[in-house]
Each structure stands twice: as structure tokens, then as C-alpha cells.
């Protein structure tokens, strides 16, 4: 038997994958060897042997009766039926269980199995057995709906997308911020819309310099600082006069630069607002809202605690300096609790911040459905998180950093792509019940009424890169997707929320069938909406259970796209995957399919510039004319922005991730005059309100 049979056999590791170009690209053997030595490097020791071999969690759906089947030969089966068996229930209730003999498919023997009653609630509970006095917490059972129910209100609707950073308002600290998102989301709402969807706005680092890509977040469980509009806090209009005028001068001079198309400046704006709230909490406006306070603490648990802490010891050593990172250092370590004592003021700061960002957001949710949103904000999920992040701290026995996730060669990036973010490993999620996962999914539907899941393919399989190797060596690594869209709708369903699955890119017909199964709605690209025989779909064939944009934010906008600008720019940037001359007339044939796809459906201008104001409307209209039960509109597109937002293959050489809102002559663009924008107008005349 190979190398690779082996591997295959335990891990569910194939041989290779059909990529993007539908051609079978076999793994290397070396990445093969690589990834499954780190996968044993990393398995947890509880999952090699457990009571009574009883799976570490179990995610099943309601209405359903489930078994799940013991391993232990039958001459315990009397000991085994001797014990108490029964499933402590989220709210504290209890529901006695009975063992019962089955017979299984291939199997030539019945096998013993606890019976799950299918009146199980939906929720978060645990199979407890107690033996010869003796408890055992045996499995993580999670019961889930079978399908997310969408409400009749939000579907066929529309909605904008924004980089809400670059979206700048009179009161922004030279970057937007919850009140600049609360100002569009009231806008876009008495506009019509149902909807706004945003960049992430995961916690980034707590000490300058900042990161610049939201996708490239500290924790994805907890929220980034940028994101608090300071002077909308009660703690600010409540604050000392002198506190609340030193704060003002924090702000002044980031507001002068609200109407400059100067590239942003994170760390600025970051250490200004983590200044401004110092002084709030030195203040003693931490005690304004104590209670609600303290119950935030006691509901976040000992994962808030163990963010804050790596907060603060990254104040005192830095992201990666090697203290925080030996062995005996992790959170549970007895350094981190001497530490804890230590540092116990500045963890309740931490605290504090996130509560204060959690209350923030919650109350644009709250107006952007009072404004008559039926969705509201929709949030973006990143893939991962950096190696030296508070995640992989706090959460050491949950990843494998000897591997970075990224995704092979595409329409998107010929190279391929290494996003730098060590993965969750499969096995140790289901150790403590998707606890984290849990989490992550909660507080982004907790704090709005949608999420969209960046790749989602990453829930079903990531490509792991071994280090050191290029994007092209990776390996796809199977995660048990059904537990984990089962616990998405789960949350969704118990907050309200529509889920968006990002499935663009080599995505298998098993993942864009899962969704559909669970009730999550997939990703559209008007640009790139091809059928099997390289032919641009017609507007009525499109999938209906989808979210669709004309373009996306690893594309110029669409202004730019139309004339061709992404060719020039990605050529001087080196990062072509073939002669500028082919990439021309990739990009040629494309335009040519879209223009005569609208002018066949009667939208498309005669006689105009490419990339003009008349071609941004019509391949609205275009996509207007699509079933999609979901369409969003770039601000970008709005003003006819020119900048690309991101290069998907740069790092240095483009700035990712800086670009504020500008016109098409590179003027910065307020939301007010977002609001009196031409094109907006004719949008709003030829598409939303006469489709």
C-alpha cells in the first residue's frame, strides 16, 4: 500500500483534486507525507480512546431519532445497562436515556446503543453516565434544525456592500466606524434596501502596528476596536468634562482627514481610540453600566477572560515574542495565572472594550430593523486567523501550525494563494463540542441579521499548505461539514439571521448541494456566472438561492473592470499567471460576452466608453433581470470608484485594504454625498424601482 492509500484511509485524504481549469492535479507526495504528519502531530489523546466508544460529539437534527452506537464487546453490555444513563439538557432539565441492541447495515451482529429520543430540544446538551458512582460526561450532543426557515421578508430582496472603513462620515476618526455603518444602514433602509454587508470586523491587534486586512484577524470570536464610534458611548456623555475634552482632542486631527483621499492609517486611528477609551475607564465610567457589564463577563465565560489576557500580554511582549509562546505558557498554564494577577486590571479593561463594541453593534442591528431592514447588517466571516493571534494562544490544542490555509491556482489568482493562517484541526474541534466554532458563529449573529461565510469551501475542506512549500503544494483536508452547517443554521435560526455561503472558486457540486440542503444561500459573480460549455449564463438560468454581485472585493470596481484597468495593474504588479497579450484577450472575451449578454436583454448602451456611468447602470440592470433571491450593490459602484479595494496575490507591493471611498476623479466621497450621488439616482430610477 502507498504512502498515499495510507493516508487516504484515515484522513479521507484523496489522491489529488480537480481544479478551477476541471483538470486532475495529483498531490505530491512530500505534501501528502507533510500534512499527515502534522494531523498525528496534533491528534488529540482523549480521541484515541473514549468511553465506551462513544463519539466526542454528536450533531444530529431534530425530530429524528438517532442511536449512538457503544463499541464495547458484550460481555460489558450488562454493566453498561446497569448505569444511569441520561442527557442533561442546555436549560438545566434532564431526559433519562435506555440502551437498546440494533442491527446495523454490514454488520453481522446487533450492537449495544443509546437511544436519543427524538424529542430532544434544539440546543446544546451533554450525555452523562453515572457507574458504580462514578460520572462520566461522555458526549457533546448538539440538536439542530433539519433546515433554516428564511422568512418571507427576506427573500427576493437587495441590499448594498461596503468596505465600511472607507465609508467616512463628519464624526469618523479618519476611518468609518459603527456610527458611519448606523448612519447607512437608515439610509439604505428609507432607500428600499434590506440590507448591508461589511467587511469583517473581527478583533485585530491591540498594539500598533495594526494589521490592514480584515481578513487577516487576531480572534475571530470578539470584535475590532476600529469599529467603536467613541462619542456615541454613554460612558463619553456621562465622562468628566476634562475627560470628555481630551478625548475631543484625540479626535480632532484623525476628523481633518475624513475628506482626504489619502491612503488610511489603522495604527493612528487604533491607538487613538484605545487612548480615548484609557481615559474613559480611567474615569470610572466602567461602573456606568456595571451590571450589564458583569453579565457580558459572566456569559462570555473564561474565553473572554483568556482574549483579554493575551490582550494585555501582548501589550507587555509583543505578538510573537517567543515568551507567549513556549509550552508551558498557554492560558491554562500556572504562568498565565500568575500573569492573570498581574495584569487583572488591564483583562477587565479588555473586558469592558468588548462589551462596549458587543452593546455598539447590537444597537445598529437594533435601527437598521427599526429603520424597516428585514436582514440588516450581514457579516463577513474570515477563513482564519494569524499564527501569533489570541485564537491560536488561547486555543493551542485546537491548531496545527506547522500548516498554513490557503487556496490553489484559480480564475481569481493563477499562482494560487497562501492566506498565512494555521488551521483548525478536524479532529479536535469535535473533541470540545465545536465550542470555539460555536462562539465565533454566535457573536456574528448576535450582532446582526446575517452572516456571509468567506470560502465557505473551508468548512467542508481546506487546502493546508506545509511550510515552506509554495500554494500550489498544498492538500485538501476534509472537516466534517454537516456538524458544522448544522450548528450555523442552528444559531442563525435561534437569532433570526440569513446565512451566506461564499462558494466561488473550485468548489465541488457536493458543497453547492449541501447548501442548498441546509437552507444557506450561495455566492453569485455576474462576471463570472459560465456554464460547463464556457457559454455566460442567461440572466433567467442563474441559481436562485444565491447573493449576487456584479463583482467582488478581489476584483477592480466595476467601472474599471469594464475598461480593462485590472490587466495594466495586476501586469505592473508582476503577478500575471500568463503574457499580458493572453490576459488581454481573457479579458476581451469576457467583456464582449457581457456586452453582448445585455445587449440581447435590451440594457446594454450603444456607443459608449467602456467603463462609463451608462455601462456601470446597465450590467445592473442585467443583473437585476437574474432570479438571485438576494442582490447587492457596491458603494464603489455607486460613486464609480476606480481603485481596486484589494490585489488577491500582493502583500506589499499594493495597499490592500487602504483605499478610502473616492469618485471616479479620485475625490473622497462622504455617505451624504454617497446619498446625492448621480449614479445612485439612476440606479434607484432604472433598476431597484423599475426593474
Given at each position: 500500500m502507498t504512502h498515499e492509500h495510507t493516508a487516504s484511509h484515515k484522513w479521507g485524504l484523496a489522491k489529488g483534486y480537480r481544479g478551477a481549469d476541471h483538470a486532475w492535479h495529483p498531490y505530491s507526495a512530500d505534501s501528502i507525507k507533510a500534512v499527515e504528519t502534522a494531523l498525528e502531530t496534533h491528534l488529540p489523546v482523549s480521541s484515541q480512546q473514549r468511553f465506551a466508544g462513544?463519539?466526542?460529539?454528536?450533531?444530529?437534527?431534530?425530530?429524528?431519532l438517532h442511536y449512538l452506537t457503544l463499541s464495547a464487546p458484550q460481555s460489558e453490555w450488562g454493566l453498561l445497562q446497569l448505569a444511569d444513563w441520561e442527557v442533561h439538557l442546555e436549560d438545566g432539565s434532564r431526559v433519562p436515556l435506555r440502551l437498546v441492541t440494533v442491527e446495523l447495515p454490514g454488520k453481522k451482529d446487533p450492537v449495544l446503543a443509546a437511544e436519543l429520543p427524538s424529542a430532544l430540544p434544539q440546543g446544546y446538551h451533554r450525555l452523562v453516565v453515572i457507574s458504580a458512582d462514578v460520572t462520566y460526561r461522555t458526549t457533546h450532543i448538539i440538536v439542530t434544525p433539519s433546515y433554516l426557515q428564511i422568512s418571507p421578508n427576506q427573500q427576493n430582496v437587495w441590499g448594498l456592500t461596503t468596505q465600511i472603513y472607507a465609508l467616512r462620515g463628519d464624526q469618523s476618526w479618519?476611518?468609518?466606524?459603527?456610527?458611519?455603518?448606523?448612519?447607512?444602514?437608515c439610509w439604505a433602509a428609507r432607500e428600499g434596501a434590506d440590507f448591508v454587508s461589511i467587511n469583517p470586523i473581527h478583533a485585530g491587534s491591540t498594539v500598533a502596528p495594526v494589521e490592514n486586512s480584515p481578513?487577516?484577524?487576531?480572534?475571530?470570536?470578539?470584535?475590532?476596536?476600529?469599529?467603536?464610534?467613541?462619542?456615541?458611548?454613554p460612558e463619553y456623555q456621562s465622562a468628566s468634562a476634562e475627560c470628555r475634552a481630551a478625548i475631543d482632542a484625540l479626535a480632532a486631527p484623525l476628523k481633518t482627514r475624513n475628506q482626504s483621499p489619502e491612503l488610511l492609517d489603522r495604527s493612528v486611528?487604533?491607538?487613538?481610540?484605545?487612548?480615548?477609551?484609557?481615559?474613559?475607564?480611567?474615569?470610572?465610567?466602567?461602573?456606568?453600566?456595571?451590571?450589564?457589564?458583569?453579565?457580558f463577563c459572566q456569559q462570555e465565560g473564561s474565553q473572554l477572560r483568556d482574549y483579554a489576557l493575551w490582550c494585555a500580554l501582548v501589550e507587555e511582549y509583543g505578538e510573537d515574542h517567543p515568551i507567549l509562546w513556549e509550552n508551558d505558557h498557554g492560558p491554562s498554564s500556572a504562568w498565565a495565572v500568575e500573569k492573570s494577577v498581574e495584569h487583572a486590571k488591564r483583562i477587565k479593561f479588555h473586558q469592558w472594550v468588548q462589551f462596549l463594541l458587543t452593546d455598539q453593534l447590537q444597537d445598529v442591528q437594533r435601527a437598521a430593523k427599526a429603520a424597516g431592514m428585514s436582514i440588516g447588517i450581514v457579516h463577513d466571516l474570515?477563513?482564519?486567523?494569524?499564527?501569533?493571534?489570541?485564537?491560536?494562544?488561547?486555543?493551542?490544542?485546537l491548531m496545527v501550525p506547522e500548516v498554513t490555509?490557503?487556496?490553489p491556482p484559480d480564475a481569481y489568482n493563477q499562482l494560487g494563494q497562501n492566506w498565512n493562517q494555521p488551521p483548525w484541526h478536524p479532529k479536535s474541534l469535535q473533541e470540545v463540542g465545536y465550542a470555539p466554532f460555536v462562539q465565533m458563529i454566535r457573536k456574528l449573529c448576535e450582532t446582526g441579521g446575517g452572516v456571509r461565510i468567506d470560502h465557505i469551501l473551508g468548512l467542508f475542506r481546506l487546502w493546508w499548505i506545509p511550510r515552506g512549500m509554495p500554494p500550489t503544494a498544498g492538500v485538501y483536508v476534509p472537516f466534517p461539514y454537516h456538524d458544522l452547517l448544522r450548528i450555523v443554521i442552528l444559531e442563525a435560526h435561534r437569532h433570526g439571521c440569513v446565512?451566506?455561503?461564499?462558494?466561488?472558486g473550485t468548489v465541488e457540486d457536493y458543497v453547492r448541494e449541501a447548501l442548498c440542503h441546509y437552507g444557506i444561500w450561495g455566492t453569485s459573480v455576474l462576471w463570472y456566472e459560465y456554464d460547463d460549455n464556457g457559454q455566460l449564463r442567461v440572466p433567467e438560468t442563474i441559481r436562485r438561492d444565491c447573493m449576487m454581485t456584479v463583482s467582488t472585493h478581489d476584483m477592480p470596481p466595476v467601472s474599471a473592470y469594464l475598461a480593462g484597468k485590472q490587466v495594466d495593474l495586476r501586469d505592473s504588479l508582476g503577478i500575471l499567471g500568463q503574457p499580458r497579450e493572453a490576459e488581454w484577450q481573457d479579458y476581451l472575451r469576457n467583456r464582449a460576452d457581457i456586452v453582448e449578454m445585455g445587449t440581447r436583454m435590451g440594457v446594454w448602451p450603444s456607443d459608449t466608453l467602456p467603463g462609463s456611468d451608462a455601462e456601470v447602470l446597465a450590467i445592473h440592470q442585467l443583473m437585476w433581470l437574474a432570479p438571485a433571491?438576494?442582490?447587492a450593490i457596491s458603494l464603489a459602484d455607486i460613486v464609480t470608484e476606480q481603485r481596486s479595494e484589494n490585489v488577491p496575490g500582493t502583500d506589499t507591493e499594493y495597499p490592500n485594504w487602504l483605499v478610502p471611498l473616492c469618485d471616479r476623479e479620485g475625490r473622497a466621497v462622504s455617505l451624504q454625498q454617497v446619498q446625492e450621488s448621480p449614479m445612485w439616482a439612476a440606479m434607484k430610477r432604472d433598476v431597484m424601482d423599475n426593474p
Open positions: 462513544l463519539p466526542a460529539t454528536a450533531v444530529v437534527e431534530e425530530e429524528k479618519s476611518m468609518g466606524d459603527s456610527h458611519d455603518l448606523k448612519e447607512l444602514c481578513y487577516l484577524p487576531r480572534s475571530r470570536r470578539y470584535l475590532s476596536v476600529l469599529m467603536l464610534a467613541v462619542e456615541d458611548l486611528v487604533h491607538s487613538a481610540k484605545m487612548a480615548a477609551l484609557e481615559l474613559l475607564f480611567s474615569d470610572g465610567m466602567y461602573t456606568l453600566r456595571l451590571d450589564h457589564f458583569e453579565e474570515a477563513v482564519g486567523v494569524g499564527l501569533h493571534s489570541a485564537d491560536v494562544w488561547s486555543l493551542p490544542s490555509v490557503g487556496a446565512i451566506i455561503g461564499e462558494d466561488l433571491t438576494a442582490k
